[in-house]
Nanobody, 121 residues
Framework: QVQLVESGGGLVQPGGSLRLSCAASGSIFSVYAMRWYRQPPGKQRELVAAIHSGGSPVYKDSLKGRFTISRDSAKNTVYLQMNSLKPEDTAVYFC???????????????WGQGTQVTVSS
């Protein structure tokens, strides 16, 4: 019923840029906070950035200045602009959101399937 689908991942050289998108679809009543996580090879999943439904962003300190999260609430879509990419940014990036379905009394947490980002020469 409710789905999150990421897109925009791929192979990029160090110093390059990439823009990820995540669109929520289905029987949605309202989308609240949306987030980006990532999981580097052999490491734990970590929060990259989050954005409230009102538009206020929060970032992991080490990524602030290079990554920018934004959203288009009318399209139920969240974006992650990644600049000055480094090899250590290589990971599977996951979209996450708190979404209330049309016939649900409360919001639930949903996850996308992930998109691979590889930064390498």
């Amino acid at each position: 019923q409710v789905q999150l689908v990421e897109s925009g991942g791929g192979l990029v050289q160090p110093g390059g840029s990439l823009r990820l998108s995540c669109a929520a679809s289905g029987s949605i009543f309202s989308v609240y906070a949306m987030r980006w996580y990532r999981q580097p090879p052999g490491k734990q999943r970590e929060l990259v950035a989050a954005i409230h439904s009102g538009g206020s962003p929060v970032y992991k300190d080490s990524l602030k200045g290079r990554f920018t999260i934004s959203r288009d609430s009318a399209k139920n879509t969240v974006y992650l602009q990644m600049n000055s990419l480094k090899p250590e940014d290589t990971a599977v990036y996951f979209c996450n959101a708190n979404i209330r379905a049309l016939y649900s009394g409360r919001p639930d947490e949903f996850w996308g399937q992930g998109t691979q980002v590889t930064v390498s020469s």
